[in-house]
């Protein structure tokens, strides 16, 4: 993949961070956001690169981050749209507050994001969507989990005929479990999480994935050997949906 400028939402952790690290190594130029301005700080330093304080639910915050870009005249190849939250809860104990948080975070924070980075996307730029394996396979406690990622991917869709005209693509990868740190926020102990694990050594990959499993599928969609791919689905679940 040739060089390029590529920012990454939700990038202090998780897959975003080890994308962050994987695209500078090859000397991309990355941005990363997150909600935490230490957390910020602490990962730009360890990886050498530009962030930003831009809270996903936050709209404000959402354009502070567009105008601060614009204001820096940075142009985007590449926007990784990969935020989100995973609060499970049964349907029955779903509240209207848990509803409005994971839609705000996982559905309108990308909707936002993209819409208002549109001026800082160059033509063409990738825009890749880290969905999740929960839109088409259904896990108990993730009803609204589910419904945010998949609302994401009905958006994408639509946007791909608007944004034709400017050189956008939309794409979706879709993880399947992946051992970051949103097990142990979503209330899972640590024994819980290795007693989870070690149900997916049944698997084809046989073993629970790591973020680095995720990152050439990611480094694939925002190249440009994707440059004729519209809402593409790319699942990467180690075999788990066999």
């Not at 993209?114 to 996307?121: D, F």
């Not at 730029?125 to 991917?153: H, I, P």
């Not at 790591?210 to 180690?238: C, W």
Request: charged residues 15%; proline residues 3%; glycine residues 10%.
């Amino acid at each position: 993949m040739s060089t390029k400028t590529i920012l990454i939402t939700g990038g202090t952790a998780g897959i975003g961070l080890a994308l962050a690290k994987h695209l500078l190594a090859q000397g991309n130029r990355v941005i990363i956001t997150g909600r935490n301005r230490s957390r910020i700080d602490e990962a730009c330093s360890a990886l050498g690169c530009t962030g930003y304080v831009a809270d996903s639910a936050d709209i404000a915050q959402l354009k502070a981050l567009a105008d601060g870009l614009q204001k820096d005249g940075v142009k985007l190849d590449g926007l990784v749209l990969n935020a989100g939250v995973f609060h499970p809860q049964s349907l029955l104990n779903s509240s209207a507050e848990d509803f409005d948080l994971t839609m705000a975070i996982n559905t309108k924070g990308p909707f936002i994001t993209l819409q208002k980075l549109l001026p800082v996307l160059n033509n063409p730029a990738s825009v890749v969507f880290v969905s999740s394996v929960a839109v088409t396979r259904a896990f108990a406690g993730a009803a609204v989990y589910s419904a945010s990622k998949a609302a994401f991917e009905a958006i994408a869709r639509v946007a791909n005929l608007e944004l034709a005209p400017l050189g956008i693509r939309i794409n979706s990868v879709r993880p399947g479990v992946t051992a970051t740190e949103i097990q142990g926020k979503a209330g899972m102990t640590e024994e819980q999480q290795s007693a989870f694990f070690a149900t997916l050594e049944s698997t084809p990959l046989g073993r629970v994935m790591t973020p680095a499993d995720q990152l050439g599928a990611i480094e694939f969609l925002l190249s440009e050997h994707s440059l004729a791919m519209r809402n593409a689905v790319l699942e990467v679940d180690g075999g788990y949906l066999l």
